[in-house]
Every structure is written in structure tokens, then in C-alpha cells.
């Protein structure tokens, strides 16, 4: 059924908790639907309407959430990362032709600046710590000409709009629709059987598609309620544990390195705070990684499979007694999965690139047919897009994934799996994280390299896994360089990145 993101709150009992944060009287579901009303009100005063783009430059915490789904009722939204530079949001506000952003009280950082210049209009935005959580006022610095369209959100409108990546070229624009997001939202609501008694705690960055939909949508989708902390810190994340009381959280894997490296220190929170299940996304996450999650929060661990392009979910492990498999992303949640020939326009057997389609797929990228053309095909009556990863179905429908088309290693014509050479390294006894990675070679072309972190407490020289990866790999997939780090570097949602990696370790010249 076609929904909006206001449909997903509009049901649920009045005095049922919404929303929350460290310190703060908690938002109910009746708060949240009066905020709405009187956000896409101030919206229209400041000449803002229906199919408007809204730049939102917040910090991540409860006032970031409850701005967009209050935002994208009267408006398009698009969440921002409030690091960025001044050149960043010059580029991203001019390339998705916003017409305000909404700043907070007091800030006159680089996101002023570049909406100055660019002659946008400026929303701020107040909260008072005394009122309940996401609760906020927005009041217009500069009002944007014209009348505003005062239409409100059907399903096939835009309700958020968010750049991919773009790690090795112009970053493309994903446009989602209500639709999208609401039915990713049932979906991922529907795999991890939420319901209204459940909370979450949100570590995950709401600019990213993962804290958005797979935290903050699904949550409000079952009205269930979330419980937002102001960012990621594992030496922070216990305290939160306990005055939230979730049932359960999600994130990347390297936060969840950072969590069970910071356990062992929170023994008694963990006895008193029992989670139903975790939920690990956005990237792989190592077979070892989850059985240790699992070992320690004495709970289910759900590895899901998601994407900016599919409004988040399409893949997750299933709740027992379903049986989670490390190593799998897990069976279909949501849209059809398929596996697809890697260089033509049909679907296979066996290995090859995945596809999905469903209502939670995007409908295409914002202007620019040549990436349409390259990753929508039709085959058995529906339209698939391809993901640009790499797996494979058993026979029982869960999904292995061996990597990214784009991060294959190709070593003078064998290709590499960046993500086995990963699960090798990460049985070595003294490997906390491992990232395989490319390393430009003159006469190869690519050659294999490792980032890896140690276990606290532990030792091994470069020599040593070497030779532990030489008797478990084949000689050509053996990396002929592992650097040995404090950390690895991240991205801005905080996943380890394999694309380019050479480069900041200043292991190649940068093309």
C-alpha cells in the first residue's frame, strides 16, 4: 500500500512515545503530528511549498529527525552532513537546485555561507532542552519570492533527495518518494517483527539513508519509538544503553568494532540493559565480527543489505528461528532479489550481479539517463536495478555477497574478492579489522594490500600475517603489503572505504 511519511505516524495511540534523546521529556506520536502541521505552516510563510527542495544542516540528534518528516510533508528534503566544507555545500545545495536550508539557531558556519551566495533562503531552527524531544520552531531569516504551492505529500511525490558516494566520480543524485521510503520502512519493520513496545538507539547519522529508514522510519512505522543520541561514541554508547533502555540498536560494522572493544569494561550494563536483537548494515559484516556481537549481547545478530537506491533494506537475516548466517546477508526482505548477468541484460544462475526490484527502489537517478540506461534492465515482467554487487544465492534464498563490481582486485587478469581476503585475515588471532583494498602496480595494474588494526594487547609484524594468509589463500590473492595502523579511515557514516585507500595511506600517487 502507497504511503507518506506522515501516514506512517498517523495512527499510532496519541500518548505513545515518539521520539527521545540524553536529558530530554520524551515526543509523543500527537506531539509529532502537531509538529508537522505547524512546520509545513511555517514553511508556506517563508515561501516554501510542495516540490521545493529544503537543504536540512543539523546536528544528528532528536531535532535532525523529527525536521525530516516534518519537513518533507510540505517540502522536498535533503539532509546534509554538517561537516562538509564550504566548497561541498556549495556544490551539493547548487547540484540539487535547493531552494532553502534550514540552519540552527546561532550557526554561521560554511552551510551560511554557501546558501548566502547562492541567494537561498534561511530557515532557522530553535528548540528549547526543556521541551520534549524534536520538539522545535522554525522561523524564516530570509523568505524565499513567490507563492508557495500548499499541497501536501502524496506517495509518488519526492520526499528526500540524497547524493551517492561518489568516491571515483561526480556524485549522482538519488531521488526517493514517499512511497519509497514508507514501504522500505513496513519492510524493515515487518523483518525485525517491531512493535510498538519496541525502542531504538540511534547512533546512526541522519543524513545517511541507514539512520533515516532503517532506525527512524521503521521505528515510526510500527509505533514503536527511537531514542536519538547526538552522534557515535563507543565511550558514550553504554551510558546511552542505560538511560534509553532500547530493545535494539543498528550500525556499521566499525561501530560495532568500537562497541565490543569498549564490552568488556560494561559487563553489568549489558546484565541490566538485554537488547532483543542488533542490527549491522551498510557494509559487510565479518562472520567473526558476529558471532562475537552475538557471543556478547547474548542476542541475535541481523546482518541486513541495504543501499541508498532502494531506500535502505533488501536483504536481512532472518529473527530466530530463522537462522542467522555469518557471513550471508540473509534472505529477500522487501524488494525481489535476483541474480544478473554481470555484462548483459538478463537474469542467472549462480554467481553474478545482484538486482532488485520493488516499491522501495528508487525511480531513477536525477538527471542523468546515461546511469539509468547502465542500471535499469526489464526481464520476467519487472523492471531490475542493479546494485554493482557482486553474489550468490543458495538454495535456501540467502545471499552471499563477494564484493563490489567496482573494489574487485584485478591482478594482471585474476580477480580478487577484497571481502575473502578480509574473512582470511580476520581469523588471525591478533586482527581486530582488516580492509583489503587495490594497490596501483606498474606492470599488473592492481595488486592486493591490507589495512589492518590490532586486538588490544596484541602483536604481529606484516611478515607474520603474510604467512598466515599464504597457507590459507592462494598464492595470488596473498597481500604483498599490509600496513599495520592505529585506525583505519572512514567515511563520512563512518564505513571503512576500500576505493582510494592506497591513496590516503600514501601508498600510490593519486590518479
Known sequence: ?????????????????????????????????????????????????????????????????????????????????????????????????????????????????????????????????????????????TVAPGEPDRATARPRDIALILHTS??????????????????????????????????????????????????????????????????????????????????????????????????RHNAEILERVPLRFLRSSSASLPAQMMRALADTFRAPVIEAYGMTEAAHQMTANPLPPGAQRPGSVGVAAGPAVRIASETGNWLVEGPGEVVISGPNVMPGYE???????????????????????????????????????????????????????????????AVAQVVTFALPHPKLGEEVAAAVVLREGMAADEAAIRAFCAERLADFKVPRRVVLLDEIPKGATGKLQRIGLAEKLGLADPV
Open 367 to 429: 538527471g542523468n539517463e546515461a546511469a539509468n540506461d547502465a542500471a535499469f534492465f526489464e526481464a520476467e515482467g519487472l523492471r531490475w536495478f542493479r546494485t554493482g554487487d557482486q553474489g550468490q544465492l543458495d538454495g535456501d534464498g540467502y545471499l552471499t555477497l563477494t564484493g563490489r563490481l567496482k573494489e574487485i582486485i584485478n591482478r594482471g587478469g585474476e580477480k580478487i574478492s577484497p571481502l575473502e581476503v578480509d574473512g582470511v585475515l580476520m581469523d588471525h588471532p
Open 166 to 263: 561518489g568516491t571515483t566520480s561526480r556524485p549522482k543524485i538519488v531521488p526517493l518518494r514517499h512511497g519509497n521510503i514508507a514501504a522500505s520502512a513496513h519492510h524493515i519493520a515487518q523483518s525485525l517483527a517491531l512493535t510498538p513496545h519496541d525502542r531504538c538507539l540511534n547512533v546512526m547519522p541522519l543524513f545517511h539513508i541507514h539512520g533515516l529508514v532503517g532506525a527512524l522510519s521503521a521505528s515510526l512505522a510500527a509505533g514503536a519509538s527511537v531514542w536519538c543520541a547526538p552522534g557515535f561514541d563507543a565511550l558514550r554508547f553504554f551510558g546511552w544503553l542505560e538511560a534509553a533502555r532500547p530493545t535494539w540498536y543498528t550500525a556499521v560494522p566499525a561501530m560495532h568494532q568500537a562497541i565490543l572493544s569498549r564490552a
Open 1 to 141: 500500500m502507497s504511503a507518506t511519511l506522515s501516514d506512517l505516524i498517523a495512527f499510532h495511540r496519541n500518548d505513545a512515545l515518539a521520539i527521545g534523546a540524553p536529558d530530554r521529556p520524551w515526543l509523543t506520536y500527537a506531539g509529532l503530528r502537531d509538529l508537522v502541521e505547524h512546520t509545513v505552516h511555517a514553511l508556506h510563510a517563508a515561501g516554501i511549498g510542495h516540490g521545493d527542495r529544503v537543504a536540512i544542516v543539523l546536528p544528528n540528534g532528536p531535532e535532525m529527525a523529527a525536521a525530516f518528516v516534518a519537513i518533507a510533508e510540505g517540502a522536498v528534503t535533503a539532509p546534509m552532513n554538517p561537516a562538509h566544507r564550504l566548497d561541498e555545500f556549495e556544490f551539493y545545495l547548487a547540484d540539487l537546485g535547493a531552494k532553502a536550508v534550514v540552519l540552527a539557531d546561532g550557526y554561521d558556519g560554511p552551510a551560511l555561507t554557501a546558501a548566502t551566495r547562492l541567494g537561498l533562503a534561511v530557515l532557522r531552527l530553535g528548540h528549547d532542552a526543556a521541551d520534549p524531544a524534536g520538539s522545535f520552531t522554525l522561523r524564516a531569516e
